[in-house]
């Protein structure tokens, strides 16, 4: 129909603005004490503080048990990122059900002061019963429970049966992560593929402090960093084992690391146990803390190493409770010599190490330190998180411009920025024979070079005499 006069039409820009993608958002996974918070789900759970975590999944101090086999270890992990670092989002995979993970508590006599009785933490509330000597109490009538400073409370209430008890009898289940195991860290790693559908977010660092010096828990997380969701890149931030039956000495660190297969270029390994007053946490949350401070702290880009940053830690043991604390040459051996990320007190704490796993095997600049190496992550993710949207739409000369166009404008940014020294992408014919165009594919080829850590400066110096004559006779 004829639409008489002028007509003006709004049409799609070729041009994509790039969506970079999110860096340092570690991917946590244990167990945390959910029936202290909102209970056991099955799938991540994101949290943005300490408050969040604690109250969707509950916090207890008790982090590791007598013989250093992990326990609530989410519970270090939160504090470490939320309090120690004062970094936000991360990410946490819970694997502690309260209704398997458990042990029944038998009947327990507990002594009642001011109306309230205290009980461990690891007690669940749901489910208890309690007596005053042979009255059965009812909750929200007699009595109260809730958890609070890491402790089950039960407070009697006025008006209630045994309000003046002085001991009350108590029956129930107690969590026991004992039954946890290595398998269920394992299948845990898995749901990393769910963070995209389910929280619209992409980790790119795997940790599971306590576990990760397991090798085959170790090996599971560096399989699943370079494909989270079978698109993205990632790295596994894993513990070397600082145990008597491990690399409790730094010169033990290298062949330990060989022998359990701690070498993938997707992998970062870190040694030793960094103490914070009486907090003891494994070196791999210190790490993941550490790398998103410094992304954080360039605009969410990762081409700075985390090596040669403070940290806020009182010192280094190992599982022994013996104190390491290392001479640069020492340092060196661990860093340079193992490629493992440790901390070094040289004039105030501060973390120690370029290398990722893959060094000193690997040659390749790309794949052995950890800022470049990251850096090729990001990049990829980026045009990967940018470009998704052009998935089956007609594949012209014009659209594949555009997103040329559109990257090349960001890597020159970049540049620009400092964060890159050169980069482009561009469409080469040769690698897109007819074959592969008739079936809908094209390639498009990226180069680029990200600045590479200073790790050595030479500076000769020399006694100049003419200066000293010129100084003395003129």
């Given at each position: 129909?004829?639409?008489?006069?002028?007509?003006?039409?709004?049409?799609?820009t070729a041009f994509s603005a790039v969506k970079t993608a999110a860096v340092g958002i570690p991917l946590f996974i244990g167990a945390w004490p959910c029936h202290m918070g909102e209970g056991y789900k099955d799938v991540p759970v994101l949290a943005t503080s300490f408050g969040e975590a604690e109250k969707k999944g509950g916090f207890s101090h008790k982090w590791r048990n007598?013989?250093?086999?992990?326990?609530?270890?989410?519970?270090?992990?939160?504090?470490?990122?939320?309090?120690?670092?004062?970094?936000?989002?991360?990410?946490?995979?819970?694997?502690?059900?309260?209704?398997?993970?458990?042990?029944?508590?038998?009947?327990?006599e507990y002594s009642?002061?001011?109306h309230i009785a205290k009980l461990s933490s690891d007690v669940i509330a749901s489910g208890i019963s309690i007596k005053a000597g042979e009255t059965a109490l009812t909750e929200g009538t007699d009595y109260d429970v809730f958890y609070r400073d890491e402790e089950l409370i039960i407070e009697l209430l006025q008006d209630g049966a045994g309000y003046t008890a002085k001991n009350l009898t108590v029956t129930g289940k107690v969590a026991d992560t004992s039954k946890i195991e290595a398998k269920d860290i394992e299948a845990a790693v898995e749901k990393a593929?769910?963070?995209?559908?389910?929280?619209?977010?992409?980790?790119?660092?795997?940790?599971?402090?306590g576990w990760s010096k397991n090798p085959s828990v170790a090996a599971v997380m560096t399989a699943k960093a370079p494909s989270i969701g079978g698109l993205f890149f990632g790295k596994a931030v894993c513990d070397i084992d600082c145990s008597s039956k491990g690399a409790p000495t730094y010169d033990t660190v290298l062949d330990w690391k060989n022998k359990n297969g701690y070498t993938d270029e997707n992998m970062i390994d870190g040694w030793g146990i960094a103490k914070?007053?009486?907090?003891?946490?494994?070196m791999s949350v210190i790490i993941c803390g550490k790398i998103a401070q410094v992304d954080e702290g360039n605009a969410g880009c990762p081409y700075e190493?985390?090596?040669n940053k403070s940290l806020a830690i009182s010192g280094m043991v190992n599982e022994a409770g013996e104190e390491i604390n290392l001479t640069l040459a020492?340092?060196?051996?661990?860093?340079?010599?193992?490629?493992?990320?440790?901390?070094?007190?040289?004039g105030g704490w501060v973390l120690w190490g370029n290398y990722t796993a893959c060094y000193p095997t690997s040659a390749d600049v790309a794949e052995y330190f950890i800022c470049t190496n990251r850096m090729h992550d990001w990049i990829n993710n980026t045009f990967t998180n940018t470009f998704w949207s052009e998935i089956d739409k007609p594949m012209t000369r014009v659209r594949i411009d555009s997103i040329i166009n559109s990257f090349n404008s960001w890597l020159s940014g970049l540049v620009h920025e400092g964060k890159l020294h050169g980069g482009q992408i561009e469409y080469i014919a040769d690698n897109n024979p007819a074959a592969s165009l008739v079936g809908g594919k094209i390639r498009l080829d990226t180069s680029f070079a990200s600045p590479v850590p200073m790790q050595q400066i030479n500076m000769h110096s020399e006694f100049d005499?003419?200066?000293?004559?010129?100084?003395l006779n003129g």
């Amino acid at each position: 129909m004829l639409n008489h006069g002028i007509n003006t039409y709004k049409s799609d820009t070729a041009f994509s603005a790039v969506k970079t993608a999110a860096v340092g958002i570690p991917l946590f996974i244990g167990a945390w004490p959910c029936h202290m918070g909102e209970g056991y789900k099955d799938v991540p759970v994101l949290a943005t503080s300490f408050g969040e975590a604690e109250k969707k999944g509950g916090f207890s101090h008790k982090w590791r048990n007598d013989d250093f086999t992990p326990r609530w270890n989410l519970c270090q992990a939160m504090y470490s990122h939320f309090k120690l670092f004062g970094m936000s989002p991360a990410i946490f995979v819970n694997v502690f059900d309260p209704a398997t993970h458990c042990k029944d508590l038998t009947e327990t006599e507990y002594s009642v002061n001011d109306h309230i009785a205290k009980l461990s933490s690891d007690v669940i509330a749901s489910g208890i019963s309690i007596k005053a000597g042979e009255t059965a109490l009812t909750e929200g009538t007699d009595y109260d429970v809730f958890y609070r400073d890491e402790e089950l409370i039960i407070e009697l209430l006025q008006d209630g049966a045994g309000y003046t008890a002085k001991n009350l009898t108590v029956t129930g289940k107690v969590a026991d992560t004992s039954k946890i195991e290595a398998k269920d860290i394992e299948a845990a790693v898995e749901k990393a593929d769910l963070c995209k559908t389910v929280l619209g977010i992409v980790p790119d660092l795997i940790c599971a402090p306590g576990w990760s010096k397991n090798p085959s828990v170790a090996a599971v997380m560096t399989a699943k960093a370079p494909s989270i969701g079978g698109l993205f890149f990632g790295k596994a931030v894993c513990d070397i084992d600082c145990s008597s039956k491990g690399a409790p000495t730094y010169d033990t660190v290298l062949d330990w690391k060989n022998k359990n297969g701690y070498t993938d270029e997707n992998m970062i390994d870190g040694w030793g146990i960094a103490k914070v007053g009486e907090d003891l946490f494994d070196m791999s949350v210190i790490i993941c803390g550490k790398i998103a401070q410094v992304d954080e702290g360039n605009a969410g880009c990762p081409y700075e190493s985390p090596s040669n940053k403070s940290l806020a830690i009182s010192g280094m043991v190992n599982e022994a409770g013996e104190e390491i604390n290392l001479t640069l040459a020492q340092a060196d051996v661990v860093t340079v010599n193992a490629g493992v990320v440790t901390a070094l007190n040289y004039g105030g704490w501060v973390l120690w190490g370029n290398y990722t796993a893959c060094y000193p095997t690997s040659a390749d600049v790309a794949e052995y330190f950890i800022c470049t190496n990251r850096m090729h992550d990001w990049i990829n993710n980026t045009f990967t998180n940018t470009f998704w949207s052009e998935i089956d739409k007609p594949m012209t000369r014009v659209r594949i411009d555009s997103i040329i166009n559109s990257f090349n404008s960001w890597l020159s940014g970049l540049v620009h920025e400092g964060k890159l020294h050169g980069g482009q992408i561009e469409y080469i014919a040769d690698n897109n024979p007819a074959a592969s165009l008739v079936g809908g594919k094209i390639r498009l080829d990226t180069s680029f070079a990200s600045p590479v850590p200073m790790q050595q400066i030479n500076m000769h110096s020399e006694f100049d005499v003419d200066t000293l004559v010129s100084a003395l006779n003129g």
